[in-house]
């Protein structure tokens, strides 16, 4: 079993920006990647970026790129996301989730484990 704690959700203005963690532990050998999905009000949920563990690749949805930033510490099993130059269509619950496979790492149901989620909004 793995457990996910997001945090560092908040408010933010139009062009700010976030930095979102994602602390695992558990047993976290068992990942081979970890990503972030967000969930609009009303919205399905939808992927945002992920990285593989050992590699590092990264993958990103096409309405976050070169604005979020994936990063991870495989020492202290963390994975972060950097949002720069928010929007207010980036207002969202993000969760972070851990996959134990390398398949379609941009499909949720390729995910095994899931935060909470944390709250981002984006004020315009």
């Known amino acids: 079993q793995v457990e996910l704690v997001e945090s560092g959700g908040g408010l933010v203005q139009s062009g700010g920006s976030l930095r979102l963690s994602c602390d695992a532990s558990?047993?976290?050998?068992?990942?081979?990647?970890m990503g972030w999905f967000r969930r609009a009000p009303g919205k399905e949920r939808e992927f945002v970026a992920a990285?593989?563990?050992?590699?590092?690749?990264?993958y990103y949805a096409n309405s976050v790129k070169g604005r979020f930033t994936i990063s991870r510490s495989n020492a202290k099993n963390t994975v972060s996301l950097e949002m720069n130059t928010l929007k207010p269509e980036d207002t969202a619950v993000y969760h972070c989730a851990a996959a134990r496979t390398r398949l379609r790492l941009t499909y949720a149901d390729s995910y095994d484990y899931w935060g909470q989620g944390t709250q981002v909004t984006v004020s315009s």
């Open positions: 990285m593989t563990w050992g590699a590092g690749t990264e």
């Open positions: 558990g047993r976290t050998s068992s990942i081979y990647a």
